[in-house]
């Protein structure tokens, strides 16, 4: 179960400090703010050496090629430098355990109360451990694999929607960089997966039948973790949007209401069978930490605490204005649409929930899958 944040008070606790005053979290945030200024000039020259390069044609491709592979290369070599497992995954991990041998997903035999809240992500480790497996290497492994998978999607997506400009990888760049991404790429939780599956998302979309495809991505996301239900309202919204844009006819006839429901229909097919199982199974809506946590109260003070942290840390206070700025930038491009409003609307309905919530335990965590999205959106 969660600890309680570092200098949080709640009742019944009298030996917590309070939250410390607004001025003195605004005075870190810029001295932390200040620490990155030599490295982020450092990497403004860089990046600038890099746009000159993209415009000469003949280095072109393999100029892309280089540089994305030193970025995954120092991305791959960073988290391992800092390689972790959660002590969370843990309980994971011992539910994948019971689950391989044979006694189902519980943390003791006999015991049905879901103390997890990464269904997927459990079971498929339970099943590599079914198959021998170990499973905190294959969960350390596998989210490693996920860093990479979504560090080279990254680059594929911009260059699929803008061919004749995206040669240097910038948004991987800077994904495969970004400390809270590396950080989580070896930490054994689901939270590096589900960066990968709301990327997906965007990229399985541009497919023939890309809807379909795009909920069967997004539908795994809320399997992994429940609160990935507002990534996929916000491709859906996405979708609709696209439609009344870029549709024929007055508005109310623009909408495609086929194209929706096949959206919808991993969900309806996969999510809502699985709810009503796991209703059956633990006797509970929601997983055991939901109530254990408070977890429909809110904690805007904290949650407030965890934003300004991941902003000064995390180099945000640079590039979400970026993020900000190109979302006016002109396209007649609808798929570009699409990935803007996803992109928004994953940011506010996400965003706004952390911050709701009070955040977590573990910096950055709950704010690494929006990174790639910002990233792909921005470049």
Request: proline content about 7%; some cysteine; charged content about 15%.
């Amino acid at each position: 179960m969660q600890s309680a944040p570092t200098g949080a008070w709640h009742p019944g606790r009298t030996d917590l400090p309070l939250l410390p005053m607004p001025a003195e979290i605004l005075a870190e945030a810029l001295r932390a703010m200040g620490q990155s200024v030599p490295w982020l000039l450092s990497a403004t020259v860089a990046a600038l050496a890099l746009l000159g390069l993209e415009r000469r044609r003949p280095a072109q491709a393999v100029a892309g090629a280089i540089v994305l592979s030193v970025g995954l290369g120092l991305g791959l070599a960073f988290a391992w430098r800092i390689l972790w497992i959660a002590d969370d995954a843990f309980i994971s991990f011992r539910y994948a355990r019971n689950f391989a041998r044979g006694l189902g997903l519980v943390y003791n035999e006999g015991e049905w109360v879901e103390g997890y809240t990464n269904f997927l992500w459990t079971l498929l480790l339970g099943l590599a451990g079914k198959l021998g497996l170990d499973i905190p290497l294959t969960a350390l492994f596998g989210n490693l694999a996920a860093f990479a998978a979504t560090v080279l999607l990254a680059a594929l997506l911009p260059a699929r929607l803008a061919p004749k400009h995206a040669v240097v990888p910038f948004a991987a760049i800077a994904l495969a960089l970004a400390k809270p991404f590396y950080t989580f790429a070896g930490s054994g939780l689901e939270t590096m997966p589900i960066a990968l599956l709301g990327l997906s998302a965007m990229a399985l979309s541009l497919r023939p039948r890309g809807e379909l495809w795009a909920g069967c991505a997004l539908t795994a996301a809320v399997l992994c973790r429940p609160d990935q239900i507002l990534l996929f309202a916000a491709m859906g919204i996405a979708l609709a949007a696209e439609d009344l844009a870029f549709g024929a006819g007055p508005p109310a006839r623009r909408l495609r209401p086929g194209r929706l429901l096949a959206y919808a229909a991993p969900f309806l097919l996969v999510y809502v069978p699985y709810f009503a199982w796991r209703w059956s199974a633990y006797g509970a809506p929601f997983p055991n930490t939901f109530y254990a946590k408070s977890a429909d109260a809110a904690y805007w003070s904290q949650g407030l605490v965890y934003l300004t942290h991941f902003v000064s840390t995390s180099g945000a206070w640079l590039w979400l204005p970026l993020f900000l700025v190109s979302l006016f930038v002109r396209s007649a491009a609808r798929e570009v649409f699409r990935l803007r409003v996803y992109a928004v609307l994953s940011v506010l309905f996400l965003g706004g929930y952390v911050v709701r919530v009070g955040g977590d335990f573990m910096e950055c965590r709950f704010f690494v899958p929006l990174l790639p999205l910002v990233a792909v959106c921005t470049e």
